[in-house]
């Protein structure tokens, strides 16, 4: 069955930076775009930045020039490199494969100080 175990979540102080790990299985990892979103308390899930099988990256404009996702195929795993967070990065994150239904346990990212 579909498994996506994310981790790397964390207390960090603003400005800090933190990278989550998504590893996938149950799926043929390499041919699916993965996407990572985030929830905020009482806010709905917010898309974060997706990339496609070929690497080919898109992020949300409050992410843009802070995040970067990335892929390694023959690890079944995605990463997103959160850097100069901001308090308003603090969420639930998670990752999801497009075109499955399917969403992990997500992981929480705290920027406070």
């Known amino acids: 069955q579909v498994q996506l175990v994310t981790s790397g979540g964390g207390l960090v102080q603003p400005g800090g930076s933190l990278r989550l790990s998504c590893a996938a299985s149950?799926?043929?990892?390499?041919?699916?775009?993965m996407a990572w979103f985030r929830q905020a308390p009482g806010k709905q899930r917010e898309w974060v930045a997706t990339?496609?099988?070929?690497?080919?990256?898109n992020y949300g404009d409050s992410v843009a020039g802070r995040f970067t996702t990335s892929r390694d195929n023959a690890k079944n795993t995605v990463y997103l490199q959160m850097n100069r967070l901001k308090v308003e990065d603090t969420a639930v994150y998670y990752c999801?494969?497009?075109?499955?239904?399917?969403w992990g346990q997500g992981t929480q990212v705290t920027v406070s100080s």
């Open positions: 990339i496609n099988n070929s690497s080919g990256t």
């Open positions: 149950g799926f043929t990892f390499n041919i699916y775009a």
């Open positions: 999801k494969a497009l075109g499955i239904a399917f």
